[in-house]
């Protein structure tokens, strides 16, 4: 199964600021997912990434706000722009792993203060 | 570190069957225990969960209780619906770790 290294694991990031989380595969995956929980909540998709196309953003979720990048088959970047306190979240990326589920990175525990 | 084993799938089940999905973890303290649910095109969702040992928790007719002696949280429904068909996640939380399980397809069939 794909092995998912997503960093960094945590931030702490000051207001009106950006970060940028990357997601390293091990093996080439066509679609990798982006998702946020936020305190208290499920995990909600923010988009799903194919590489050499733009992002597809699912509603209230829009590009300015968190582009991503998928220059190749194995790798992915998320950035959160812009951030306020609401953006304090744990964002995770995700492949299809086969046809039997998918498998997660570790997570990226971001506080805005 | 904290993990979590799932049963693998895919399941497929017939209508009104009963459903058990597996699921253990292992962790260095007291954790949260969740079942997540994916349906075919959308984001994960939260079915249920527990956050001590004994707890069960219980939603949509799905139910699972937290056993510490057993690490185990396994995620049952007496009858199962075509619209039950889905992906199911195990997952734990502990502090800031959080860990999923692979999954577990669920298909059930008229």
């Known amino acids: 199964s794909a092995v998912i290294s997503q960093k960094p694991s945590r931030d702490i990031c000051q207001r009106g600021t950006s970060l940028t989380i990357q997601c390293q595969v091990d093996s080439q995956v066509t679609m990798m997912f982006w998702y946020r929980q936020q305190p208290g909540q499920s995990l909600t998709l923010i988009a799903t990434a194919n590489q050499g196309s733009e992002a597809t953003y699912e509603s209230g979720f829009v590009i300015d706000k968190f582009p991503i990048s998928r220059p190749n088959l194995t790798f992915s970047t998320l950035t959160v722009s812009n951030m306020s306190p609401e953006d304090s979240s744990i964002y995770l990326c995700?492949?299809?792993?086969?046809?039997?589920?998918?498998?997660f990175g570790s997570g990226t525990r971001l506080t805005v203060v | 570190g904290n993990s979590v084993t799932q049963m693998e799938g895919p399941v497929t089940l017939s209508e009104e069957a009963f459903l058990t999905i597996n699921c253990t973890y292992t962790?260095?303290?007291?954790?949260?225990l969740f079942w997540y649910v994916q349906y075919p095109g959308e984001g994960l969702q939260l079915l249920l969960k527990a956050t001590k040992a004994d707890d069960k928790g219980s939603n949509k007719g799905f139910e699972a209780t937290y056993r510490k002696e057993t690490t185990s949280f396994h995620l049952e429904k007496g009858s199962v619906q075509v619209s039950d068909s889905a992906v199911y996640f195990c997952?734990?939380?502990?502090?800031?770790?959080?860990?999923f399980g692979a999954g577990t397809r669920l298909t059930v069939k008229p």
């Open positions: 962790a260095t303290g007291y954790p949260s």
């Open positions: 997952a734990l939380s502990e502090g800031d770790d959080m860990r």
């Open positions: 995700s492949v299809v792993r086969d046809v039997h589920g998918y498998t």
